[in-house]
């Protein structure tokens, strides 16, 4: 089972064209199948992964911030691993 992934170089520009990488003339967001590591947030799920199943995962993770899951700003103890 192949690990998909997508991931942002910089989360404070918004912008995004679909597609994968810089071939689609995407300047901020890639996707695929392996990792990119200069990128500054990125998400990874297994192949076996519904849409909804990601989907329902990110809003998971969005509930977790804006509950405070990061704790003090500047602080990183709360991060899940």
Known sequence: ??????????PSTTEFQLGS??????SNMHDGTSTTAGDLVELRWDSTVS???VFDA????????LQGGFGQPGSDGNIPV
Do not use: H
């Not at 089972?1 to 910089?10: E, G, L, P, T, Y």
């Not at 990488?21 to 995407?26: K, P, R, T, V």
């Open 1 to 10: 089972m192949a690990n998909r992934f997508i991931s942002v170089k910089d």
């Open 21 to 26: 990488g810089g071939a689609s003339g995407n």
């Open 58 to 65: 990110m809003m998971l993770i969005k509930r977790f911030i």
């Open 51 to 53: 849409r909804k199943g």
